[in-house]
């Protein structure tokens, strides 16, 4: 009886999304690419509860006609990244802000804004917009994605000809109370070139956000991205990339407070000797909701992928990882780990996991660990017995425990940007 | 029972092919074999075919029995016809008659990793009952000798006369007690009546819903309700017999006790049920074996077994799995989806489930334990092999609901030829749960570049003085440790059965000492041909 009730529910929420969305006008590459996106989005329908995918994490407000009002915080510890020297890209509530960005011209780098280009009849991210979210689609639909290509009213289109030492910052900052962004990145990295990017900040009430990353062979990118610490905002973000060979992809995300983040992230293996690190942290208490969705694809041969995500909980916080490793026949000598761990502070707090591999090629050498418990308390005891105050013992045992995933940064300074925020998170909650 | 005298058994199957219970010999499938295999010369035909017949499977040869079935398909008048023919009072007809009222409404599932065929439900005898098992023999005296013969050539001892009277029995030798479940009927079931002086129940399930209805009316369907899932909802229908055990207060049960189950018929379905109840500090340790014969088409076996440890009872449920597996070209074979779940429902009862599943051309199973008393304990050990084109999706579920509750899942998959083999785990520990723990340890091994290994674990920890940690790994057959084996002359199928009865080592040692033995030889002939 209620098998028959779903896909009308389905249909009704996707439905009534859509009501409230009218497509941007652009030019024909982008008209294609959006229409496919819709196709999709009606073929798929929007998440459900009892779908498998959204099994720990309702997306119910994520599909909701309108977002969920949620008031900006006043952020007092000063923007992210600043001693980097990025070239900085600002959006308010999913507007660029032209005022408060950089202009400069960097060698290496084009950077153009998806508004922009939309006007255009050809450009060279027709290959990518779109394409590396619906390769994303199989095995496991993300309709929130294809929504957003389908939508997106603004993002940058980033190409990368050369070794790029300066930064790209994208500041994202939540000013009204309503907001309802969409936004879609797209990046690519020729063969051989080299860019980090940097990402802070809540960008608004709700946030759907798609990256789609090209790393071509030989090519390096590396992306550190903290979210902001709006306590009601909502946010669904995904990345794909698709990586050739003996490509260097990193991905770190430090998540702090926050009622529901959806981060999925789906990369693609496809050229053989690719490195994929995808990382993160996350700190949130009360109704502080957390999801790390990775879907890691070995088809190609001699790879190394790795996941750490670790997550501090409580006051009834929920944490949760679904994380994947899928080794295709004939990916050999694949080398793939996965963790997953939870600091349960209190005995409300509860972490939610379904590390999976599935796996089709024989020379292979995959584990993954998940762990979920309390602070060691031999630690703790040890830490007390000389002398440290016991509110001091559980903050460095904590950090202690998100070190593991910071180490994942490659450069010291935005790991050590991190660091000090995390403990001031922890010193105000003293 | 020993590799050596099946094989004995079977190579005289094959001399005299007229006999009574006859092994079968397919030409089709040994042409193909035979043009797979690069004959040398001065290897006669007659060896190629003798050691094709041998196969991987021993146990794949047919009883020539006269069977009477019910009519093909499934309906409430069969499930009627089913429940007369077992002698049901209407409280078990009626179960039945809901049981399968609900079942019209569900939907088989398609989660598991599974390559499913479609299966027509429709197209099964869902009662098959050897003809000479009309009149409910009295004593095994009285069993049809051919069945008798059935179980004497699996290796599995009916007479307990002989035993009984000591002459054969070396000292200290373990007894067994065995109900012995033949397509859909128990054609006998062994030490009844010493098991009696102890005040210990084991009798068939049919038996034991007309002789002890207060026992199965309390407790049939209070771990596994009628409406808990397609396979078992079936079952609660058409379930045509199984194994009653009732262990009371404080007995440790004399022997151990075990089921061995037959599919023989063709085109039928086995539904079998088995209920086990552990009553306050009592211990029993059980079997389960089962085996059935090569056939062309792919038979369906679904099956319950529910468990029920009171307070400091003791559980050990033990599994050999050997189902028809299929030919090498995935060709029949038994699709198997079994609930098994264990309630320990006391404080402080301990339920062990160790499975060796290496049959069944589809295995769909999670035998689980459901931690409702303080201090309770589960524990969950699996070997699972997958060779050729069989499929395996099987794991188990543990949920913690009582305090100081503690669990420990050790599975091992081994994937071969081109078969898919699959871990599916719950692990919840729910906001009252304070305290407990859980350790999961999951393997894989990888053999051949065609199968595929898989690991799909759900976390659910939702107190935080609990502690959970789950480990998972796949790799292939180490490399050194098989030039190791090779280098002391040690033939290379060998040194992988060597290999993986390492790898398997942690959940071996848990079997009782009986199924030890078996379960090393099944690892080695499962993986026959899936080297080199």
Known sequence: ?430 | MTRDTMEGFTMAALDSRTEAPVMEVRPDVLDERENALEVREGVDEATVAAVASLGAYKYGFQTDIETEYAPKGVNPDIVRLISEKNNEPQWMTDWRLKAFERWTQMEEVDWAMLDLPDIDFQDQYYYARPKSMAMKPKSLDEVDPKLLDTYKKLGIPLKEQEILAGVERPEGERRVAVDAVFDSVSVGTTFKAELAKAGVIFCSISEAIREHPELVRKYLGSVVPPSDNFYATLNSAVFSDGSFVYIPPGVRCPMELSTYFRINAENTGQFERTLIIADKGSYVSYLEGCTAPKRDVAQLHAAVVEIIAEEDAEVKYSTVQNWFPGDADGRGGIYNFVTKRADCRGDRSKVQWTQVETGSAITWKYPSCILRGNESQGEFYSIAITNNHQQADTGTKMIHLGKNTRSRIVSKGISAGQAQNTYRGLVSMHPKATNSRNYTQCDSLLIGDKCGAHTVPYIEVRNNSSRVEHEATTSKVDEDQLFYCRSRGVGEEEAVALVVNGFCKEVLQVLPMEFMVEAQQLVAISLEGSVG
């Not at chain 1, 790879?303 to 944490?319: D, I, M, P, W």
Request: hydrophobic content about 40%; some cysteine; proline content about 4%.
């Open chain 1, 1 to 430: 009886m209620s098998r028959l009730a779903r896909p009308n529910l389905r249909a009704e929420t996707t439905a009534s999304r859509l009501a409230g969305l009218t497509l941007p006008q652009g030019g024909a590459w982008l008209r294609a690419a959006r229409g496919g996106a819709l196709a999709r989005v009606e073929a798929l329908g929007l998440p459900q509860r009892r779908d498998e995918y959204w099994r720990f994490t309702d997306p119910t407000t994520l599909t909701a006609p309108d977002p969920t009002p949620a008031a900006p915080m006043n952020d007092d510890e000063g923007p992210a990244f600043a001693e980097v020297g990025a070239l900085r890209l600002v959006f308010v509530d999913g507007r660029f802000d032209p005022q408060a960005s950089d202009a400069d011209a960097v060698e290496g780098l084009e950077i153009e804004r998806l508004s922009d280009a939309a006007t255009r009849d050809l450009h060279w991210a027709q290959g990518l917009y779109g394409t590396l979210e619906a390769e994303g689609q199989k095995p496991v639909a993300r309709p929130l994605a294809a929504l957003n290509t389908a939508f997106a009213g603004d993002g940058v289109l980033i190409r990368v000809t050369g070794v790029v030492e300066r930064p790209v910052h994208i500041v994202y900052r939540h000013d009204s109370t309503t907001s309802d962004a969409i936004l879609h990145h797209v990046v690519k990295l020729e063969p051989g070139a080299r860019l980090t990017l940097l990402e802070s900040g809540p960008a608004a009430a709700r946030f759907n956000k798609v990256t789609e990353v090209e790393v071509a062979d030989g090519a390096t990118f590396h992306h550190v991205r903290t979210q902001g610490r709006d306590r009601e905002r909502r946010a669904a973000t995904h990345i794909f990339a698709r990586l050739g060979e003996r490509s260097d992809f990193r991905s770190f995300t430090l998540t702090f407070n926050g009622v529901l983040t959806r981060n999925e992230v789906v990369l693609n293996l496809t050229g053989d000797d690719a490195i994929a690190h995808v990382a993160g942290a996350a700190v949130g208490d009360g109704d502080f909701h957390h999801d790390d969705t990775v879907f890691v694809t070995h088809g190609a041969e001699s790879c190394e992928s790795r996941q750490v995500f670790k997550k501090v909980l409580r006051n009834g916080a929920t944490g949760v990882f679904q994380g994947k490793i899928l080794v295709k026949p004939g990916a050999q000598k694949t080398d793939g780990y996965q963790l997953s761990q939870a600091l349960l502070l209190d005995e409300r707090s509860q972490f939610l996991a379904k590390p999976e591999l599935e796996i089709y090629a024989d020379d292979v050498k995959c584990s993954h660990g998940s762990t979920a418990g309390a602070l060691d308390e031999t630690a703790m005891f040890y830490l007390r017995s000389r002398g440290v105050p016991e509110r001091d013992a559980k903050d460095l045992l904590t950090l202690a425990f998100l070190q593991e995933a910071l180490q994942e940064i490659a450069d010291e300074r935005l790991a050590q940007d991190l660091s000090r925020r995390l403990e001031g998170w922890l010193s105000r909650r003293r």
